[in-house]
């Protein structure tokens, strides 16, 4: 079978990375215009730059949780693309391997000024003065509000063409991905685990819980389709 995971934030929450909305998130208080957007790095890249190193070291820190872990394991058996909105790498550090970033990775920067410039940033910080190859500033390679979304020709052809599409921790508040949910037209099974909803998608099986409760069996069960 062909199985297409659309992810966000909530599944690593488990892992101790902090969500964007609801309870702890990291747009909290904080106006994610003054954080996340080029016309923030333009303004204040130290604060930028502090933002993603300090958000860096919290991935480095984690683990992949027993969720990461069950959809990795679903490729024992089926075709599996996770397409995830998150930055962090703990899908692939689980096993999974085809894995679409369309919000980016935080993992690695970029030249601010060439975007196809890249340097893998595991185990380092990005400083003010960390120029690329072509003497720009590096700036994290993630996707800024404002700047285009990666991948989309694909994620939606894969999401079109599955024939299983589970939804995991994401709040669908974020365009274009909240509207990719629609497209699963071909899945015999369509599922949503996140503790709450502001509304559940069309043709949607809504799991209410967490992560770590509802993937391993959903992904047990799928494993034996
Ligand atoms: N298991 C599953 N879901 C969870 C868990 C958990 N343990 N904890 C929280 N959630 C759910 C929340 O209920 C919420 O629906 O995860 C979702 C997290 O939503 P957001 O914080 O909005 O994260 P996300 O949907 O990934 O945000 C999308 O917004 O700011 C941008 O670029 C950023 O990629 C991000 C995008």
């Not at 601010?112 to 500033?137: F, H, N, V, Y």
């Not at 024939?163 to 699963?184: E, I, N």
């Amino acid at each position: 079978m062909k199985i297409v995971v659309l992810s966000g934030a909530g599944i690593s929450a488990e892992s101790g990375l902090p969500t964007f909305r609801g309870a702890g998130g990291l747009w909290n208080g904080v106006r994610a215009e003054t954080l996340a957007t080029p016309e923030a790095f333009a303004d204040d890249p130290q604060r930028v730059l502090d933002f993603y190193n300090f958000r860096r070291a919290m991935v480095r820190d984690a683990e992949p949780n027993a969720a990461h872990r069950a959809v990795a394991a679903l490729e024992q058996r089926h075709q599996v693309t996770v397409v995830t909105q998150n930055v962090d790498n703990l899908h692939e550090r689980a096993g999974s391997t085809d894995v679409l970033h369309v919000h980016g990775e935080i993992m690695t920067a970029r030249s601010s000024r060439t975007p196809s410039l890249k340097l893998a940033m595991q185990d380092r910080d990005i400083r003010l003065g960390d120029l690329a190859e072509d003497g720009a500033q590096l700036r994290p390679d993630v996707v800024w509000f404002g700047e285009t979304v990666r991948h989309i020709d694909d994620s939606l052809d894969r999401i079109r063409a599955a024939d299983r599409f589970l939804v995991v921790g994401t709040s669908l508040q974020v365009w274009p991905v909240a509207d990719w949910v629609h497209h699963a037209v071909n899945a015999g099974e369509r599922v949503i685990v996140a503790p709450e909803l502001a509304r559940c998608p069309d043709g949607f099986d809504w799991l209410r819980g967490n992560a770590c409760e509802h993937v391993p069996r959903v992904a047990e069960r799928w494993l034996d389709a």
